[in-house]
Nanobody, 115 residues
Framework: QVQLVESGGGLVQAGGSLRLSCAASGSGFSFFVITWYRQAPGKQRELVASITTGGSRNYADSVKGRFTISRDNAPNTVYLQMNSLKPEDTGVYYC?????????WGKGTLVTVSS
């Protein structure tokens, strides 16, 4: 059983920064590939960034150069540092992992970027 809990969202002005955290419970965290998704109002959920167990990173084109994903296997947390935020970054940010054919999602954290 895996549980993912996001935190760190909030209201920020354009150009500002936020750091999101995804805390994972369940054994074998170091083997998890963790992905951040976001969903803006009225839009489909989209991939933002992912990080593998070996530390390889992947980013959506829209966030490259502004967002950084990182992980700390003790205490089982993945971070998303978001800089130079834009109003179009507004949405609910979700943490995701798949393990043993099962999808695990967190409940999300809301990020609102005002212009």
């Amino acid at each position: 059983q895996v549980q993912l809990v996001e935190s760190g969202g909030g209201l920020v002005q354009a150009g500002g920064s936020l750091r999101l955290s995804c805390a994972a419970s369940g054994s074998g965290f170091s083997f998890f590939v963790i992905t951040w998704y976001r969903q803006a109002p009225g839009k489909q959920r989209e991939l933002v960034a992912s990080i593998t167990t070996g530390g390889s990173r992947n980013y959506a084109d829209s966030v490259k150069g502004r967002f950084t994903i990182s992980r700390d296997n003790a205490p089982n947390t993945v971070y998303l540092q978001m800089n130079s935020l834009k109003p179009e970054d507004t949405g609910v940010y979700y943490c995701y992992t798949g393990l043993g054919g099962v999808d695990y999602w967190g409940k999300g954290t809301l990020v609102t970027v005002s212009s």
